[in-house]
């Protein structure tokens, strides 16, 4: 079942957002799945090492919560087409995460409906860590 | 004093790489498993959607049945480890400092339990431009994504900057 159909859809309109505060718990269930055990995301001490206040998450954790957030709006059906972002910033521990985005433009092109949009995550004071956007069909 | 600044950091090296594919690798076949732990570990700590892990359900949307994440790596836990990574830090000297420029990803099939995905790789771009770091060299890395079919499942375009 789909969440949003095209029909639906309003340029400008703001994605319900999708938000984790994230540590540890986090952060090494997405190194295990990932294969990517790196001590700046293990041991705050390696973080401290190169400036920064302790451990860190992954930027790829934070590329999955906006493909997540695409999801939660569009559902089942979700198909994204396009996905494009810079990481800017760091999330530490127990940062809020929040994903968000925002319909730039929808319109029919080579028999698909797709929608564009403006996509970032932020930390609880609003600092964009990861800006982007993305290209999603919608089939409904 | 003035420090001697580097005219260019593209040597001839860097630019016999562009355009040429480099050998890929191939991974093992994705396992229902593999989806739902993925799934478990980018949702955590709620439940993922039922179309990453529940087959009954899945089967009644669009796909006819399980999809992975769009997102998901499939190229973990090879038994053979790659030997070195590229690290941020360089060795300090300039041009050999890294940061993360970037992705793009084009999504074209998806992928399924049982698909066994093939990657290709080239250097597609190097550019360098000056920025409040000095000199940054831009490297634009395309990787294409292939499953057993032969059919492009992703097209991906990373940038690293050095500095």
Known sequence: MAHVTFASVTEGQELPTFQRTTDFMHWNRYAAVNDEFVQLHMDDEAGKKVGQKGAFGMGNLQVAYLHNLLRQWVGDDCWIKKFRCELRGMNFKGDTLTAKGKVLKKYEQGGERLVDLELWTENQTGQKLCPGSATVVLFQ | ?163
């Open chain 2, 1 to 163: 004093m003035t420090q001697e600044k580097p005219k260019t950091y593209i040597t001839p090296e860097i630019k016999a790489r562009i355009g040429v594919e480099v050998p890929g690798q191939t991974a093992a076949p994705i396992d229902e498993s593999d989806i739902r732990k993925w799934a478990i570990a980018v949702y955590w700590p709620e439940q993922p959607p039922r179309i990453f892990w529940d087959a009954e359900h899945a089967k009644k949307t669009r796909w006819k049945g399980i999809i992975a994440p769009q997102e998901m790596n499939v190229f973990t836990w090879p038994a053979e480890r790659p030997k070195q990574r590229l690290s941020a830090a360089g060795t300090g000297q300039p041009g050999t400092r890294i940061l993360n420029g970037g992705s793009e990803f084009e999504y074209f099939a998806p992928m399924r339990p049982g698909d066994v995905i093939s990657s290709k790789s080239k250097l597609a771009e190097v550019f360098e431009r000056e920025g409040r770091m000095g000199l940054m060299m831009f490297q634009v890395t395309q990787t294409d994504l292939t499953n057993q079919r032969g059919e492009l499942v992703k097209r991906s375009k990373t940038t690293l900057i050095f500095y």
